[in-house]
Nanobody, 120 residues
Framework: QVQLAESGGGLVQPGGSLRLSCASSGSIFSVSDMGWYRQAPQKQRELVASISRGGTTKYADSVKGRFTISRDNAKNTVYLQMNSLKPDDTAVYLC??????????????WGRGLQVTVSS
């Protein structure tokens, strides 16, 4: 079994910054792609950013130039540095990781989600 533990959400003023972290733990053999999604009220879940084990990154157009995703493979942890935050960034942010566990099946796991609120 694999667990994802997220931290770093909260309330921030427009223009501010937050750093989200997501640590994978459990019976992990390896972690492949990791990413952050977000879901705002009455909106569909959308990919914010993803990063491969080798460091290749993808970003939603709405966050390019403001958000940076990174990872520490030794710690099976992914980070999302969010700068110049806007009210439209308000959402629940969910961590995702593709991991090979003791079941020897590559499975996509999800964190429980973090509330990020951008408001003055």
């Amino acid at each position: 079994q694999v667990q994802l533990a997220e931290s770093g959400g909260g309330l921030v003023q427009p223009g501010g910054s937050l750093r989200l972290s997501c640590a994978s733990s459990g019976s992990i053999f390896s972690v492949s792609d990791m990413g952050w999604y977000r879901q705002a009220p009455q909106k569909q879940r959308e990919l914010v950013a993803s990063i491969s084990r080798g460091g290749t990154t993808k970003y939603a157009d709405s966050v390019k130039g403001r958000f940076t995703i990174s990872r520490d493979n030794a710690k099976n942890t992914v980070y999302l540095q969010m700068n110049s935050l806007k009210p439209d960034d308000t959402a629940v942010y969910l961590c995702s990781a593709q991991a090979l566990s003791s079941t020897l099946i590559m499975t996509n796991y999800w964190g429980r989600g973090l509330q990020v609120t951008v408001s003055s």
